[in-house]
């Protein structure tokens, strides 16, 4: 239970920071 938990959660940051990272690829494209 804790192990599926904490995957869960590593999963949820990755899925952040990915978006962060396109976001911050879309603005150096705009500039």
Known sequence: MLYSN???????????????ELQNISKACKN
Do not use: M, Q
């Open 6 to 20: 904490s995957t869960i959660i590593t999963h949820k940051v990755t899925l952040l920071d990915l978006a962060e």
